[in-house]
């Protein structure tokens, strides 16, 4: 694993004025929890002294300002994309996969378990949604279809399995999972859950993993021992990773490859770097926490959430950071977007 020792981390610190569409008067700004890692990310990262458990995606806001807020999901309105959102949230009382049309904002349900249901993620060819859920005991990967059909799981460990992600020919899932003497490792199985196999494993924890949308390689975050979280790419032919990125988690690829959307940490705010630079770019300085993004299909715009207006919520963002167009107005905690093809 190639580790350089002089990463730089950011280009320049970049809009703090980002021209809020729906949210000019809305923004609530309480405590900031800088040093928060993410909440879902698991296992506990070693980074701070909060407990960020998977239990953790429940967590609440530390904001006091009453958001101002319309009274339904506001869909997309004036924005021009198009496509729809699939995404988690405990709205419903527990933690569920929702989809939203992006056209004309309506939002189905696609599952109903009792159970913790989260981090949905499409199929390129958009029939099918993976997702991660702890209806059997412990968390596992499934699939269903991209209407909420004939859920299947797909594995079967005590470890937990988490937050799939498609290759993009559709025909294998990575995955994280707790297979390691102590961590979790990279994963890559077929789309019917056949031929499980680690892809890449180190004594430090590994999760969320990303395919590159030429299927080369998987990018997926390291949580150190100590210090900043990093961004590191498994090549599928060398059978190696590279250190792509310090104080990052949660990589995104656009989709020409040539960047990487993400989660900075500690500030839990939203990055972009280009591949082969080692400086990156804030998009989203969030007065709270901001995390997970997901390009669009065009790569003009990403998906994320906040909790900028008191809880989680999601947001539609321009590919520069600077407009913003909340998706959800909703007392629950909505997160783990993912933008269909
Ligand atoms: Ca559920
Ligand atoms: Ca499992
Ligand atoms: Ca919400």
Excluded: K
Aim: hydrophobic content about 30%; overall charge negative.
């Amino acid at each position: 694993m190639t580790r350089a020792t002089n990463r730089r981390r950011w280009l320049t610190p970049a809009r703090l004025s980002v021209g809020l569409s729906l949210l000019a008067a809305s923004c609530g700004s309480g405590a900031g929890g800088t040093t928060a890692p993410p909440a879902d990310t698991s296992p506990t990262p070693p980074t701070t002294g909060a407990s960020a458990t998977t239990t953790s995606e429940e967590a609440t806001t530390t904001s006091t300002v009453a958001p101002e807020v319309p009274d339904t999901d506001a869909g997309v309105g004036a924005a021009t994309v198009e496509g729809r959102i699939a995404w988690s949230s405990d709205r419903d009382g527990n933690r569920e996969i929702y989809v939203m049309d992006l056209v004309d904002g309506s939002i189905t349900r696609l599952t109903e378990d009792p159970a913790t249901d989260l981090y949905p993620t499409w199929s390129p060819d958009g029939s099918m949604i993976a997702f991660a859920s702890e209806r059997d005991g412990n968390r596992e990967i499934y699939v269903m279809g991209s209407d909420g059909s004939n859920p299947t799981r797909l594995t079967d460990h005590p470890g937990e399995d988490s937050r799939p992600a498609w290759s993009p020919d559709g025909e294998q899932i990575a995955f994280s999972t707790q297979r390691g003497p102590a961590n979790d490792e990279i994963w890559i199985m077929n789309a019917d859950g056949s031929g499980q196999e680690r892809v890449a494993s180190a004594p430090e924890t590994l999760a969320a993993p990303a395919w590159s949308p030429d299927g080369e390689r998987i990018a997926y975050h390291l949580v150190p021992q100590f210090g900043m979280f990093e961004i590191h790419a498994y090549d599928l032919a060398s059978g190696s990773s590279e250190l792509l990125f310090e104080g990052g988690a949660e990589p995104a690829w656009s989709p020409d490859g040539t960047t990487i959307a993400f989660t900075i940490l500690p500030s839990t705010d939203i990055g972009v770097f280009e591949m082969g630079d080692e400086r990156g770019l804030i998009l989203i300085d969030d007065p709270e926490r901001a995390q997970d993004p997901d390009w669009s299909p065009s790569g003009d715009s990403f998906v994320f959430w906040s909790d900028r207006d008191g809880n989680s919520e999601l947001y539609l963002s321009t590919a520069d950071g600077s407009q913003l167009t909340r998706l959800t107005d909703d007392p629950g905690n909505d997160r783990n977007p993912s933008w269909s093809p």
